[in-house]
């Protein structure tokens, strides 16, 4: 167990209905889904300071409850300051149980890379999301 971050291209609910509404299909050894799974942009294993950003924007987006499997969509100006915040050195310190230590160093080319493609993506009229399960 512990903290898996996803970031992904899509429609809402895509990636909750691709999961939902599929199963592993013994005749063909793999998992089969009526629901096509969003493109993947990022995926962290473990970074809780990014976590915690990305909880505090859902927060501020007016949700509640503790954030796990919770659907966020990210917009341009949400990208924007979260590439100054890590550029900035400023995702706040996250803590849980499942969640590891702070990993903001070791994945800080990966985040930026992330911020780069999900611009690109939003550019181009598509949705960002962001998901985690822990």
Known sequence: MGLDMYAYVGQPGQHRDHWGQGEWSSSTGAFESPVEKPRELAYWRKHPNLHGWMRQLWIEKGHEGDFNGDELELTWCDIDQLEQDI???????????????????????????????AKAELFLGLRVFYNSSW
């Open 87 to 117: 550029r900035g050195s400023r995702l706040p310190h996250t803590r849980g149980f499942f969640f590891g230590d702070a990993a903001d160093d070791h994945y800080r080319e990966q985040d930026l890379e992330f911020c780069r493609n």
